[in-house]
Nanobody
Framework: QVQVVESGGGLVQPGGSLRLSCAAS????????MGWYRQAPGKQRELVVT???????NYADSVKGRFTISSDNAKNTVYLQMNSLKPEDTAVYYC???????????????WGQGAQVTVSS
């Protein structure tokens, strides 16, 4: 029904920057919001940031001031600009999309496959 695809992961040195992209496509009647989560080895998946359709955002304290989310609502696409990266930011970053697939539907959440971000010298 709905596909969520991340891109832009990779290896970066501490203090460096990286930009992730995420596009949602398919049977989207309306978009409630999109967001990024991450999961480091041996740890639970945690929220990085969510952006809602009206533009409000919710950042994890650990990334405030370093990460910035932006969106292109017409393309159902979000971007995560990550600056001043630290080794502890190393994780698989997952994008999700909260959508309605029809007018009478409830809000459903769809996940991407994840993008590896490694911060290491």
């Amino acid at each position: 029904q709905v596909q969520v695809v991340e891109s832009g992961g990779g290896l970066v040195q501490p203090g460096g920057s990286l930009r992730l992209s995420c596009a949602a496509s398919g049977s989207i009647f309306s978009m409630f919001g999109m967001g990024w989560y991450r999961q480091a080895p041996g740890k639970q998946r945690e929220l990085v940031v969510t952006i809602f359709s009206e533009g409000s955002t919710n950042y994890a304290d650990s990334v405030k001031g370093r990460f910035t989310i932006s969106s292109d609502n017409a393309k159902n696409t979000v971007y995560l600009q990550m600056n001043s990266l630290k080794p502890e930011d190393t994780a698989v970053y997952y994008c999700n999309a909260h959508v309605r697939v029809s007018s009478g539907d409830y809000v459903r959440t769809f996940w991407g496959q994840g993008a590896q971000v490694t911060v290491s010298s």
